[in-house]
């Protein structure tokens, strides 16, 4: 066991909770009511500050403690109803939780930069002072004794909650020490709390018992000075590592007594806390935006899921046993239970399949939370009102996908903010309501999970859009587009510059961008829009990354797959439905639509059953709002496949974005539809519709 | 298995020196007998067919199941632009570990047959003669010569250039040309 890793656990597990503790105080400093504060509220984001301030005092993170202890000393006054809760007050502390995330990021790589926090310490102090100078002053003082040796000034011999960490060296019982009669002692001087660690790493096979394995964090709380407490070690002092911090004042903690079971977990984090409950999702905890960055690699689980998946197991150990008893001696007459045995074998390892990916599925909520700050602060800034709803924040999805989609939602929702909603003034003008509506969605539909960024705004004016088009030459001068498609030209790479679109009432910044980034991620995102109503984006997105709803088409002796979401349809034609358009690519007629034929034999070079239309199926597939027909001679079964990369040994090819192994132990291609309608593009000399896929 | 191990040291060596003696699996391609580093070498496994990639060169005949991972196989024959035949028994497929820029890659070759297991010394092996600047030698690592006959070691790493998936060298046409003449 080494000690050194123990406390890096420990330290990440403070940077984590720390980073929930903002974003906690966060969310609760955008919801506070101006004036008439919820003491609720007002007390969470209290606890909150308090919790980061002993956290980061016991960890010797001082840059930390001390800010955050100004932090805590004007929420204490908001709290307590001293400070009426202003503008200003509350624009101060959402700088200053933004300091102390920063500062909490730059624990990770060891580099903490106090100049932002030496300056809003100042405007803390200057707000501070405006009611009571000397109460903070004289907590400055106080804390910033903490840090450094113990001054034997009697003021120390207050009320005060210490925090102290006892490592002992594994040989302390030899010399007679024991740490019980430590603690004994020092409950009889206090109130004393003791979380042991160490404890999970005991391997009771080769225990030996005439060592200590364990450490301990203890909060302590009581009338003595430093030397008190240091006394009683004092015997162990050269067998044990020993720090003492002051946490807080009596006066804090008396306030705070109620809510104690709450703030202990944030000084005293156990270890074995891998897998826990997340706290109450309706919180809207931990924003991602942080996190994310440094790539964060573990990940909470609620522990029913954790239940679920060992019940699951239990059961297919039930399963296993009922099966290995044919593998003896096994006569036709045992072939109804072998048969119900693959059965329940089949249904268990569907079940535990689902149970695992649930692990890795987070609520929405996680994407969410950095919502109302940012649409807060924009609005703000572009003095625009609006009005944030978050819908299907309980809404599960893959860890990855989720951490991945933060960043093009932010670009749609700045977008709908900046295009798509109007002045005040203008609104009332149209006769809508001055507080304009945006509203996140997130639901889950089929295998996918939609998220919907709705606005009451403008929406988009389409005549400009396309006199735009034509302009820079997109669209041919005849061209007629539909509404759908004209929509889908902000898509488009090079439209998309603020200088060409910024007096319309479209959007446009880096669309593309946001839709090569949620092609990326298996998805796809489209736009509704009525001008003078608003507009709506819709994003889908598979579940997970690592396993797909394919159908397996035929083309001659090779099998592909592709995924079900991009299929719309599939029919059979006939050749009188099909036209050749200069003697160069097939169209044919679906209904109201003319669609291109992509030959699959033809762009992959294998031989098929047949060349005749009417012989195989066309395979109405979508990608980027693009639809073709893909021609493959039969279809197959569908079936969930695992996708495997082809790059790992191989490299990346277009048109095919990995590969599968199937039942019979096969490996079949998973046909990527856009690289394929790209290919189909570049075969048959047409410009490409859409912009080429940098390699 | 010690044998093996035991040649990890003078192999790590050897190779700082480039041309390393060390323990070399040798095989068949068109008469000539051809030679990799053992350590290279993951597996040695019969012919399966694989599943083509299409609008890849015709040397890389697709991929194959490996135990769950998706490995491409590369015919040698057709790499080197030599006449294909059909594959019989003695068809192997070497799976080797090649190292290109940062990433390794698991690969088969098709080859003929397996032939020995040889040890050299550094001091058996021959660099490459030179062939001029049209001829790329990258991945020969050169010549030794075992009982008389010749040993061509190639260098599995420049074997293949999967970034192109092309031919290695630009006029590599007419390399393989010459080494086929050469032969």
Known sequence: MSIDVNMAEIAQLFIEESLEGLDIMESGLLNLDLGAADPETMNSIFRAAHSIKGGGATFGFTEISEFAHHVETLLDEMRQGQRAVTREGVDLMLQSVDCIREMIAGLADGTIDTTRSAELEVELAKMLGEVEPAVSLQDEVLTASSGGSAPNDPQTVEHRVWAIRFEPLPKIFKSCNDPLRMFRELQSLGDLEVHAQGVDELDFEQLDPEECHLNWTLEFQGKVSREQLEEIFAWVLDECELSIEPLALEAEIDADDLKRTDRVPAESPEPVAKVSVPKAVSKKPAVKSV?????????????????????????????????????????????????????????????????????????????????????????????????????????????????????????????????????????????????????????????????????????????????????????????????????????????????????????????????????????????????????????????????????????????????????????????????????????????????????????????????????????????????????????????????????????QMQGISGATILGDGRIALILDVQGLIQMFHEKTGQVPVLPAVTA | MTAVQATVEEFSQGAESGNAGGQYLTFMLAGEEYGIEILKVQEIKGWSSATPIPNTPEHVLGVLNLRGAVVPIVDLRKRFELESIEYCETTVVIVVKMQQSDQERTVGLVVDAVADVYRLESSDIQPPPDMGTAVHTEFVRGLATVNEKMVILLDVNHLIDFETVGPVGENSAEQCAAQAADH
């Not at chain 1, 249904?347 to 692990?359: A, F, P, Y």
């Not at chain 1, 969410?368 to 009102?385: E, M, Q």
């Not at chain 1, 200088?499 to 479209?506: A, C, I, N, R, T």
């Open chain 1, 291 to 651: 996190v994310s960055t440094h790539e964060n690699t573990s990940i909470r689980v609620n522990i029913d899921k954790v239940d679920a998946l060992i019940n699951l197991v239990g059961e297919l150990v039930i399963t296993q046993s009922m099966l290995s008893r044919f593998s003896g001696d096994f006569d036709f007459t045992q072939l109804e239970g072998l048969r119900e045995g693959l059965n329940q074998l089949s249904r268990n390892t569907r079940d535990i399949q689902e149970s695992v990916l649930g692990i890795r599925m987070l609520p929405m909520s996680f994407a969410f939370s950095r919502f109302p700050r940012l649409v807060r602060d924009t609005g703000h800034a572009l003095g625009k009102k609006v009005e944030l709803r978050l819908v299907g924040e309980n809404t599960e999805l893959d860890k990855t996908v989720l951490e991945k989609i933060g960043d093009p939602l932010v670009h749609l929702v700045r977008n709908s903010l900046d295009h798509g909603l109007e002045t005040p003034e203008q609104r009332v003008a149209a006769g809508k309501p001055e507080t304009g509506v945006l509203e996140l969605n997130a639901y889950h539909e089929g295998g996918n999970i939609v998220i919907e960024v709705i606005d009451d705004g403008a929406g988009i004016n389409k005549d400009k859009v396309l006199s735009k088009a034509r302009e820079s030459g997109l669209v041919g001068p005849d061209e007629q587009l539909s509404d759908e498609q004209i929509n889908n030209l902000i898509f488009r790479a090079g439209f998309s510059t603020v200088d060409q679109v910024s007096d319309l009432s479209g959007r446009g910044v880096g669309m593309d961008v946001v839709r090569r980034n949620i092609s990326d991620l298996g998805g796809n995102v489209s736009l509704t829009s009525e001008s003078g109503v608003g507009s709506k984006f819709t994003i889908r997105l598979p579940l997970t990354l690592a396993i797909l709803d394919g159908q397996l088409v035929r083309v001659g002796k090779e099998s592909y797959i592709i995924s079900l979401v991009s299929i719309v349809e599939t029919i059979q034609t006939s050749a009188e439905k099909v036209s050749e358009i200069a003697g160069q690519s097939e169209v044919f007629r679906l209904r109201d639509e003319y669609l291109p034929i992509l030959r699959l034999h033809d762009l992959f070079d294998v031989p098929a059953d047949s060349d005749e239309i009417a012989d195989g199926l066309l395979v109405v597939a979508e990608a980027n709002g693009q639809r073709v027909g893909i021609f493959v001679d039969d279809l197959q079964e569908q079936q969930q496949v695992v996708i495997k990369s082809l790059e790992a040994n191989f490299r």
